[in-house]
C-alpha cells in the first residue's frame, strides 16, 4: 500500500508533534538572486475556512543554494555532523552540498536515516502473486468510492483541491481517504515549485559510496509471517483515516505558502526562519489510522515509533564511541524540536552546537 504508505511516512517525520509549534510566522518573497526577504508577523495558528484554498505568492528560489548548516554532536574529540532535512524542497534549486561531501570524505561512517523496513516470510515469486491484494487494499471496501466513506463537509473541501491538483482523475476517488489524500498532497506540490523526492539522500549516499565510507542503517525490521491472510484482512477493513484526510486537506487549504517558505529557509540556510515557521505535521493522523488497527498491533507497529528512535539512539552512540568522524541526516524538525532525538543526546552528556 504505497511502499506501506511510504515507510509510515518516515515515522511521521519521526513523531512531531502535529500541532504548530509556537513563535512567529515568516512571510515574504524571495527574488531572483535566491535570497528570501522576509518579514516577521504574528501567526495566529487559524487555519482558513473549508471553502477556500489560500495558494500564497511565495516565491520558490531556484539556482545554487547552500542549505542549511550541520549540527555537531561531540564527546572528547569524537564528533557526529548531522544535516537537518526537509521535505518537500525547491524543486529548481541546485544544493551545493560540497561542505557535506567534505565530511563524508573523512567520516569513517555514515548512518543512514531512521527507517523500518516491512518483509514477509514468503519467497520472492509468492511475494508477486501478492501483488494484486496490495493492489485491491489500496482502495475502499466493498467498492465504495470517497463519496462513501467521509463526510459530505470533508467531500465538498475535497472536490475543488482534487480539481485544481488532480484535475479529472477517475482512480482516486477509488482510494481509501489516507491514500487518496496523500495523491493529492504529492500533486500539490508539484504544481507548487516543491518536490519530495530525497535529493538530499541521494546526494550522501553516493558520496559516502564513491569514498567507500561505510553506511550505518539505523531500521527496526518487521517481518509479516503470514501476509497473504493479512492482506485479506486488510482488503476487508476500514480504517480510521478521516484525520488524515481532513488535516492534509488543511494543509493544502492553509499551509502552501509556509510550506514554501520553509523551503525557501532550508536552501539558503537560514536556521532561525525554520524555527520560526510553524509546521504541522498531517501525518500523525495518518500513521495513527495504521499502526492503532489491531492488524498492526499484532503485526508489531504498535511500537515502532519508539523502536525506531531507540535504534537511532543506539546506532549514534555506538558511531559516536567508535569513530572520530561519523555523519548523519535527520529530519531538521528533530534538530530543532526541545524533545528530539539531539535533545536525547545532550541528556545522556553530549555537548551540542548548532549552526
Request: net charge positive; charged share 25%.
Given at each position: ?13 519521526l513523531a ?7 513563535g ?6 524571495a527574488?531572483a538572486d535566491?535570497q528570501?526577504?522576509a ?7 487559524a487555519l482558513a ?22 549540527w555537531?554532536?561531540?564527546k572528547?574529540d ?6 537537518g ?5 525547491p524543486?529548481?534549486m ?5 561542505d557535506v561531501?567534505?565530511?563524508?570524505a573523512?567520516?569513517q ?5 531512521p ?8 519467497g520472492f ?11 485491491r487494499?489500496r ?7 470517497l463519496?462513501?466513506?467521509v ?6 473541501r ?5 480539481a485544481r ?11 481509501r481517504?489516507?491514500l ?8 500539490a506540490?508539484?504544481?507548487?515549485g516543491l518536490?519530495?523526492?530525497?535529493r538530499?539522500g541521494?546526494v ?9 565510507v ?8 518487521l517481518?509479516?509471517?503470514?501476509p497473504?491472510a ?11 483515516d478521516a484525520?488524515?484526510?481532513a488535516?492534509?486537506?488543511s494543509r ?5 505558502g509556509?510550506?514554501r517558505m520553509?523551503?525557501?529557509a532550508?536552501?539558503v ?5 525554520l524555527?520560526?515557521l ?5 501525518y500523525i ?6 499502526t ?7 503485526l508489531?507497529?504498535?511500537d515502532v ?10 546506532v549514534?552512540?555506538?558511531?559516536l564511541?567508535?569513530?572520530?568522524t ?5 529530519p ?10 539531539v535533545e ?8 551540542i552546537?548548532?549552526?
Open positions: 500500500m504505497h511502499a506501506l504508505f511510504r515507510s509510515l511516512c518516515l515515522l511521521a517525520c512531531l508533534p502535529a500541532q504548530a509549534q509556537s512567529s510566522q515568516l512571510t515574504g518573497t527574488p535566491g528570501v526577504v518579514q516577521r508577523a504574528v501567526q495566529d495558528g475556512p473549508s471553502d477556500a484554498i489560500v495558494d500564497m505568492d511565495t516565491v520558490v528560489v531556484s539556482g545554487a543554494q547552500p542549505g542549511p548548516g550541520m555537531k554532536v561531540s572528547g569524537h564528533v557526529l555532523y548531522i544535516l532535512t526537509l521535505s518537500p524542497l524543486k529548481r541546485d544544493w551545493v552540498s560540497r561531501e567534505d565530511v563524508i573523512r567520516s561512517a555514515v548512518i543512514l536515516p527507517s523500518v523496513a516491512v518483509s514477509s516470510d514468503t515469486f509468492r511475494s508477486l502473486l501478492l501483488v494484486p491484494s496490495l493492489l487494499a482502495n475502499n471496501p466493498e467498492g465504495k468510492r463519496q462513501d466513506v463526510s459530505s463537509a470533508l467531500y465538498a475535497w472536490q475543488p483541491l482534487k491538483y488532480l484535475g479529472r482523475d477517475r482512480a482516486v476517488e477509488k482510494r481517504p489516507i487518496a489524500a496523500q495523491e493529492l498532497y504529492e500533486a506540490m508539484r504544481k507548487s518536490e519530495q523526492d530525497d538530499v541521494q550522501v549516499e553516493k558520496a559516502a559510496k564513491r569514498v567507500r561505510p553506511l550505518l542503517p539505523a531500521q527496526v525490521k517481518v509479516v509471517k503470514n497473504k493479512a492482506l485479506k484482512e486488510l482488503n476487508a477493513m476500514s480504517l480510521h484525520g488524515c484526510f488535516g492534509t486537506l493544502i487549504e492553509a499551509d502552501l509556509t510550506m520553509r523551503a525557501n532550508w536552501a540556510g537560514d536556521i532561525d526562519a524555527r520560526a510553524p509546521f504541522r505535521n498531517q493522523d495518518c500513521v495513527n489510522a495504521i492503532e488497527t489491531g492488524l498492526a498491533q499484532r508489531g507497529f504498535g515509533v519508539q523502536r525506531v528512535g531507540d535504534t537511532w539512539i543506539q549514534a552512540e555506538d558511531a564511541a567508535r569513530n572520530r561519523t555523519f548523519a541526516t535527520l531538521v524538525n528533530q534538530l530543532l524540536q526541545p524533545e528530539g532525538y536525547r543526546l545532550r541528556t545522556k552528556g553530549y555537548v552546537e548548532a549552526p
